[in-house]
């Protein structure tokens, strides 16, 4: 007899239920993201406009170019030569580099919500989240042949 009321209250100090831990956490990780781009575009130089004159004793000639022109003149027996440039803008291709930095930040947010319910719960249910349904039929079964013991010893009693 002692032995089974042991292990009665054993079981009835015993419970089962489910357990849930909420995480408010927060986290956030940034992430950079660094690209070079060449970019290609010509600029013009534009070259400036110089004159120069020289005069000797010689025949007439006359030189051209895309940037200069030259006449050579003889006139009195004295050679006049001059040189002209000519103002063209010159196309240059220049390359230029462009550093992008893109910064990205991403945050992982829990959030807690109280959700209101239609109806609350009796002193039964409550009672049976908290032990357990496992729990409770344990102790139903361990209390049930308790009382048929107790009944059994009893009828036994009455015969004697």
């Not at 575009?41 to 000797?56: G, Q």
């Not at 496992?134 to 004697?160: A, D, E, H, Q």
Request: glycine fraction near 2%.
């Amino acid at each position: 007899m002692n032995r089974f009321l042991l292990i009665a209250l054993a079981l009835l100090a015993t419970a089962c239920g489910a357990t849930r831990s909420l995480q408010n956490s927060e986290s956030s990780r940034v992430e950079v993201r660094t690209e070079t781009v060449i970019k290609h575009d010509t600029a013009y130089v534009e070259l400036p406009v110089i004159v120069e004159r020289v005069a000797t004793l010689d025949t007439t000639s006359t030189l051209e170019n895309t940037y200069a022109k030259s006449e050579a003149i003889v006139a009195a027996g004295v050679l006049h030569h001059s040189l002209e440039t000519k103002p063209v803008s010159v196309p240059v291709k220049i390359e230029t580099k462009e550093v992008v930095r893109d910064s990205i930040i991403f945050r992982d947010r829990i959030e807690t919500q109280t959700v209101e319910v239609e109806k609350k719960l009796t002193a039964w249910q409550r009672t049976k989240m908290k032990t357990g349904e496992v729990t409770m039929g344990i102790c139903l079964l361990s209390l049930i042949i308790l009382i048929t013991y107790f009944l059994l010893n009893l009828l036994k009693l009455k015969r004697l």
